[in-house]
């Protein structure tokens, strides 16, 4: 007598339903590592500047930066590569990535004093410089946690 090889057709469902229950919580899972991935990339980013920041006061012997003339934007001193600040001490500004959904990845840098004087719908994921006499350079997300439930501009 031959006998059959082979799977019944209840052991192929029971096989289906556990990778459908695995891949139901893997798939969030990676996209919660990816926003991770980036959170950390722009901390790290955040950190360079902020070195660069540093080095620049120590050489220019306690002056920052002194933000350009357009209003509310960084641009001769941060953003152009012939600015004083970029060309010395920085080859580019890092992008700005938070992998929050309607916040595009930016490398735009926003200057102000206050944080009332930004506007979310505008500046949202882009580098806060605080100004001059402070040297401070922050991430602007308004309302935004990062995935610790971190209030993202406190970093």
């Known amino acids: 007598m031959k006998t059959k090889k082979g799977f019944t057709l209840i052991e192929l469902m029971i096989v289906v339903a556990i990778i ?3 891949a139901a919580i893997a798939i969030p899972k990676f996209a919660d590592l990816i926003k991770k991935s980036k959170e950390g990339a722009t901390k790290g980013s955040l950190g360079a500047l902020r070195s660069a920041l540093t080095i620049y006061y120590g050489e220019q012997e306690g002056v920052y930066p002194v933000p350009g003339v357009a209003e509310n ?17 920085l080859d580019q500004i890092p992008t700005v990535k938070l992998g929050i959904t309607g916040i595009s990845d930016s490398s735009d840098c926003v200057y102000s004093q206050e944080y009332a004087t930004i506007t979310a719908a ?3 994921g882009r580098w806060w410089y605080r100004g001059a006499t402070i ?5 602007y997300a308004s309302n935004q946690y990062d995935t610790k439930s971190t209030y993202i501009t406190s970093w």
């Open 73 to 89: 934007a960084l641009t001769t001193t941060f953003n152009t590569p012939t600015g004083p600040f970029l060309t010395k001490y």
């Open 122 to 124: 505008t500046h949202n």
């Open 135 to 139: 040297g401070e350079m922050k991430v």
């Open 20 to 22: 459908g229950i695995l």
